[in-house]
DNA sequence: CTGAAAGCGCTAACAT
DNA sequence: ATGTTAGCGCTTTCAG
């Protein structure tokens, strides 16, 4: 049905083409005709604190605490050094003052599956303005949800000497950290708890959120319920599944196992299981998403439904107050920004017992959620 | 509309304290009973090559040569090195390298303005990967779409000796960073051009998309055609803009001043927006959305009519396929890592002149997307 | 308040 | 194939 029209005629370049390769869609470029200031010129060489301590006619050591802002420079000598670092557009090279101070940056590194997906980037972005807040920087590195890929890139990571590290685990065993932990990085899980390692981690109240879920829906009359969620080793899905089932039990509803769907491991295949259980023999009337993904699944089978099923999402997503959704809400920045506070306050006492922050879930109700069955 | 249920019970501490002032719902704190090795003990001292090339009994060059991957060294001394470096928990330290190796360090900085916005993600998951793919570290950084935080965060991104700025303008002048080109560090704008500023940039075929989506619209039967876009001075949006008219000329429908919004700057607004737009004497029978939150809010005002009017979004999203939505695609991913391309390759041509490479867009056609008027 | 010397951990440039 | 020397740019002693 999609049809692809492209607006575009081609041009190349090893740069361009590329793109296009990935693409498969022509790629143009356009060269500056002619636009100000030409060409950029060779680079120059950067100035250090020693040529800013020649200029303004100092020692080096002088420029150095002009740049910490420390209080004992007499403001004639300030004032002298800052001009002659303006001058010689000095930078301090905050990879020699990180050395010098004992090897440990002012970064904290971030290791999760994948940006692009929301939950990740959203968790990325709380940590990021947190670590602002502290004068920190920063740097992130992708797993791409491998286990295979997460040592060599946390590893990566801790030869840049990261403050500390912030994880969503996806190894099946952490224990490769415990040195780490030992020689004074922070290790917070973040999303998960770690395994075979003694972490500090920060994770949502998952099975809280479903378990009220659940509730709502059966006190909106349901008794069939069904539960759409993904891999059933991963730690999110069993806390959500763990509330679920409570649920029902408090309601002293039996559990069926063919309400247990443990395969949406994405929007298709969240159809998929949707439809299955659609077609069984006893459908269920409300239905609970596991995931994000399992939601816009779900919602691909509802939306042609003259008789939609009642469907409480997990995790909130930008459509779903338009479409009426109710869905267990969470704060993925939050849950960022708890692990940055978590990893500071570890920095100063490394032998406290690990500690779990849970953030919390909560129910939104929404115009056609629950409907009745 | 929205009812709020809080699952879960208090509990108190600094960490979650904060986390609970922020959302408002109290947090809790799961302590360890008791969990395998008990408390962490405290921080002892990282191994250095020197350390290292102790125990095995060689000098520290060697040991460096082992871990640079250096073909000159035996495989005994090799093996023996490895053996050591291991015994000692050994990681190089990247600081040191990098200072040594020039002051230029193996990461690239990403400036934008928030990641928890889903393009600025997609565009720094597009960067990570081809980063990574150069054995290079991502450092993201945040202006909160703040023009006067954007020279302060460049500035400490620069301190870091990045090997590359890859930065989303949001400053009227990024004059000052024309001493940084000179020094030799790539600076690629991403999503719109600099101002004041010879540089390479990467951006989207705004203005071919935009023109697609109107010249399809015509071409189902519509002449009042309205676009809802954000600020007026923005780069994207005058680009889009100018596709939307240029297309409305080819077909020689007369422009409509009233027909263009320049005010929907979140969903809220793309709204009220819309709504103003339906409220016209002769209102237009489609809309052109000029970004993603224009969809939205646009949306939220179709999905209650019976009779719904024509409409195109600009930028995909997850649920377009399912609701039937036309929308002008584009690969914010693919922008990163022409980005990156671009960087790497300016790297080794400070000469050449300044680059623009222009990511393609193109309309994606779906079921109700381009109703007839 | 300021400076001289030493060295953070590593790797170029020479040796050998 | 391996070692020695020196020094990246900064900051920490410790003096003045």
């Known amino acids: 049905m999609p049809a ?50 020649r200029l303004a006619g100092v020692s080096g050591k002088t420029v150095s605490r002009v740049f910490a802002g420390s209080s004992s420079v007499s403001p004639e000598t300030r004032t002298r050094v800052l001009e002659a670092a303006q001058r010689l557009r000095f930078r301090p090279n905050s990879l020699a003052r990180d050395l010098r101070r004992g ?44 286990a295979a890929h997460e040592q060599r890139v946390v590893g990566a990571m801790l030869e840049r000497r990261v403050r500390s590290l912030l994880l969503v685990p996806i190894a099946p065993d952490q224990g490769y950290l415990e040195g780490e932990r030992q020689l004074g990085t922070p ?21 809280a959120g479903a378990e009220a879920a659940v509730r709502s829906l059966v006190q909106h009359g349901h008794r069939r319920v069904a539960f759409v969620g993904s891999a059933p080793t991963l730690y999110t899905h069993e806390e959500r599944l763990a509330g679920y089932r409570r649920a029902l039990a408090a309601a002293g509803i039996a559990p069926r196992p063919e309400y247990e769907r443990h395969d949406a491991t994405d929007a298709t295949e969240a159809e998929r299981a949707t439809r299955a259980l659609l077609a069984l023999p006893e459908p269920p009337t409300a239905l609970l998403a596991g995931n994000n993904k399992a939601s816009v699944g779900i919602l691909a089978v509802r939306q042609g439904m003259l008789q939609p099923f009642a469907f409480v999402g997990f995790d909130d997503f930008d459509l779903a107050a338009t479409l009426g959704v109710s869905v267990v809400a969470h704060d993925p920045g939050e849950m960022g920004r708890a692990a940055v506070r978590l990893a500071l306050w570890r920095q100063d006492d490394l032998v406290s017992p690990p500690r779990q922050v849970v953030v919390p879930t909560w129910l939104v109700q929404r115009g056609s959620g629950e409907l009745a069955p």
Chains 1, 2 share one sequence.
């Open 4 to 53: 692809v029209d492209s607006p575009r005629t081609a041009s190349s370049d090893a740069i361009a083409s590329a793109t296009q390769a990935r693409t498969g869609i022509p790629v143009q470029e356009r060269t500056a005709d002619e636009s100000g200031p030409s060409a950029p010129s060779p680079a120059l060489s950067r100035a250090t604190v020693t040529d800013v301590a």
């Open 103 to 146: 090897g440990v940056s002012t970064t904290v590194a971030f290791v999760m599956g994948d940006l692009s997906n929301a939950f990740y980037s959203k968790v990325a972005a709380g940590i990021e303005r947190e670590l602002a807040e502290h004068g920190l920087t920063l740097v992130i590195a992708a797993t791409d949800d491998e």
């Open 187 to 207: 290790v917070i899980c973040v999303d998960r708890p770690a395994r075979n390692l003694v972490t500090d981690s920060v994770v949502f109240d998952n099975a």
